[in-house]
């Protein structure tokens, strides 16, 4: 399983002095863009196809505090995505220096065309590369249906 360890930083920390939300946040993140790297899928190669990741959501579920003194890992598996790629959902899950989970993610997104400004499956070379990423053991061919898994959709301001 993919990994990448943080050391919590004094920014990290909120005013209850243990790992605020958006540090978590920020982890998944970084851990998303390392594994993407070391996969040779780099800004660079993301820019020459004209492709961005677009997050959905991201829905955190604390098991229990984390403070400062002692490194963290973040793990990322693929817990779904849809048979052409446009659809991914990616797990997170948190672990402490001692191995114990503390925090998981579950981040659902797309890939949008940065030309077009329109949501697109992946180019076959990267579809290979993302059929052949670990998945979790719960793995799940999304649809369309699973983006409007809450139901929630826009709402305008004037009609509220």
């Known amino acids: 399983m993919y990994t990448k360890q943080f050391e919590i930083r ?5 005013a209850n002095r243990h ?3 958006s540090a ?4 998944m993140s970084h851990t998303r863009m390392s594994f993407l790297m070391e996969h ?3 800004q ?14 991201e829905h955190m579920y604390y098991f229990r505090e984390v403070f400062p003194g002692k490194p963290v890992n973040v793990s990322l598996q693929l817990k ?3 048979e052409d790629g446009m659809y991914f ?3 997170h899950d948190f672990y402490d220096a001692d191995g114990k989970n503390f925090a998981r993610c579950e981040v659902m997104g797309s890939w949008i065309n940065l030309e077009t400004r329109k949501l697109t499956g992946l180019p076959k070379e990267l579809l290979e590369k993302f059929n052949d990423f670990e998945k979790s053991d719960d793995f799940t061919v999304l649809t369309k249906e699973h983006t409007r898994k809450f139901g929630t959709r826009p709402r305008d301001l ?3």
């Open 24 to 27: 978590y946040i920020d982890y």
């Open 10 to 14: 004094w920014s990290d920390v909120d």
């Open 89 to 91: 959902l990616f797990l």
């Open 19 to 21: 790992l605020r939300n």
């Open 158 to 160: 004037n009609k509220a």
């Open 44 to 57: 660079k190669q993301l820019a020459r196809l004209n492709l961005g990741p677009v997050a959905f959501y």
């Open 40 to 42: 040779n899928l780099d």
């Open 80 to 82: 779904g995505m849809s």
